[in-house]
């Protein structure tokens, strides 16, 4: 009886460890969760404190050109989740963030794969081409087609 309970409470100071450093080895991957920041930078608290300011202004940026270039040319949620990653180096939060979008992602892209849903796809954008090509033939049947430099004044 003294192994098993001896067993039973190794068991339990390392769940609890686990716990206690944010680390998940057999039921989620949340290893490695925190500050990644050099460990002299950790050591001392107002220099790890300028550290992650530091890393929240330059991810603030990167995410704020990300929103600009969504209107504007540019690959605008590239970089809005490059921004989000500089701030997954220094922040739990946004790592969180950042694995969501990943496991979503990942999720919408075996869904895209499925033949069926691949079909489906397939058949609404043939449909909606077709619908588009209806409209645009009786639209020229019923007013024709003048090109813009042939336009007379009234």
């Keep these: 009886m003294n192994t098993g309970s001896n067993e039973s409470g190794e068991v339990a100071m390392a769940v609890d460890e686990t716990r206690a450093?944010?680390?998940?080895?057999?039921?989620g991957s949340e290893e490695g969760l925190g500050s990644r920041a050099p460990e002299f930078v950790k050591a001392r608290r107002v220099l790890h404190l300028s550290w992650q300011v530091g890393v929240f202004i330059v991810g603030l940026a990167v995410v704020v050109a990300g929103i600009i270039m969504l209107p504007l040319p540019g690959p605008g949620w590239v970089v809005i989740f490059g921004g989000m990653a500089i701030w997954a180096t220094e922040f739990v939060w946004a790592q969180l963030v950042l694995r969501w979008t990943k496991r979503k992602v990942t999720e919408a892209a075996q869904r895209a794969l499925d033949p069926r849903v691949r079909r489906r796809n397939i058949i609404l954008t043939v449909t909606g081409l077709v619908i588009v090509g209806v409209l645009a033939g009786i639209y020229l049947w019923k007013f024709g087609f003048v090109m813009p430099w042939k336009i007379k004044d009234q």
């Design 21 to 27: 450093n944010g680390v998940r080895s057999e039921r």
